[in-house]
């Protein structure tokens, strides 16, 4: 398949790799001050530049446990072998879909779609192991949390990754943004 879209990453880890607790808790991140004057870490400008969010099912249930649903009409597909229905609140613009990276990509590409925004570890994990990714966004979070979820698993094979940009903040949050080299 040539691949006409572009797929990133944006997320936040613990210095030490994790996106969460054992128990998938991530409250962690609400026990930091802000990033001050309104900013994002360029969270909205890089949401604003995809058409697509696709997540796995854990992170789903997790932000639906945050109250607000914070992607707007965005369209979001949720990856999942065992979710069956939504909540009725996200007819229309949530959708749930069992494929490989592979087939989610053919899917997104035949529909038009031009860059998608991954989100979840074992999602980001599978899409990572085929060399599917073109740029990574990280935040680290200045903690240790020793144990919990990891944002990278096992490869096959080395990825290459080609630093673009490096941010810090008055919080003691650094942004990294990588390119994944083919």
Same mark, same amino acid.
């Given at each position: ?11 936040? #880890?613990?210095? &030490?790799? /994790? ?36 997540? *796995? ?12 649903? @914070?992607? *707007? ?23 749930? =879909?069992?494929? #490989? @990276? ?13 860059? =998608? ?6 999602? =980001?994990?599978? /899409? ?5 990714? &073109? ?13 919990? =979820? @990891? ?32």
């Amino acid at each position: 398949m040539e691949k006409n879209l572009k797929v990133s990453v944006f997320v936040a #880890t613990s210095v &030490d790799g /994790f996106i969460a607790r054992e128990d998938g808790d991530v409250s962690w991140l609400e026990e930091f001050d802000s990033m001050g004057d309104g900013e994002d870490g360029g969270y909205a400008n890089f949401f604003s530049q995809i058409d697509l969010l696709v997540m *796995g099912r854990a992170t789903f249930e997790k932000v639906l446990s945050f109250g607000a649903w @914070p992607y *707007g009409e965005k369209l979001v597909w949720v990856i999942s072998r065992t979710l069956n229905t939504l909540p009725k609140d996200f007819m229309g613009n949530v959708e749930i =879909i069992n494929a #490989t @990276p592979a087939e989610i990509l053919q899917s997104a590409q035949n529909k038009g779609f031009h860059h =998608i925004y991954l989100d979840g570890g074992q999602l =980001i994990q599978s /899409f990572l192991k085929e060399g599917l990714v &073109d740029e990574l966004t990280i935040t680290r979070v200045p903690i240790l949390l020793g144990k919990g =979820i @990891p944002l990278f698993g096992p490869l096959e094979k080395e990825l290459r990754l080609e630093l673009i940009k490096v941010t810090s903040w008055q919080n003691g949050f650094v942004g990294e943004k990588y390119r994944c080299l083919k």
